[in-house]
């Protein structure tokens, strides 16, 4: 894949990464969001390539988050 975004790949690795940390540091903006709540998901945009992503947080001993890309090439469900 051609398809690269060294700005925001990153989020795809791991499941730390907040995204209100992220959005304090400026690295992207909150679209919008679910419900506030432990589980709960973001819509989030990255504020350097404009990649949009949907964060879902997930409860747990710890906070974690998964961050997929909107638009990302993958097989229809059906
Ligand atoms: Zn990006």
């Not at 690269?4 to 940390?21: M, V």
């Not at 990649?51 to 001993?61: C, K, L, M, S």
Request: aromatic fraction near 8%; charged fraction near 35%.
């Amino acid at each position: 894949m051609s398809d690269r975004h060294p700005c925001c790949d990153p989020y795809r690795d791991g499941d730390r990464t907040d995204p209100n940390d992220e959005q304090r540091a400026g690295r992207v903006r909150i679209v919008e969001t679910s419900e506030p709540g432990w589980s709960m998901t973001y819509r989030v945009e990255c504020a350097t390539c404009a990649r949009r992503f949907t964060v879902t947080q997930i409860d747990g001993p710890a906070l974690r988050w998964t961050w997929v890309p909107q638009g990302e090439k993958r097989r229809r469900a059906h």
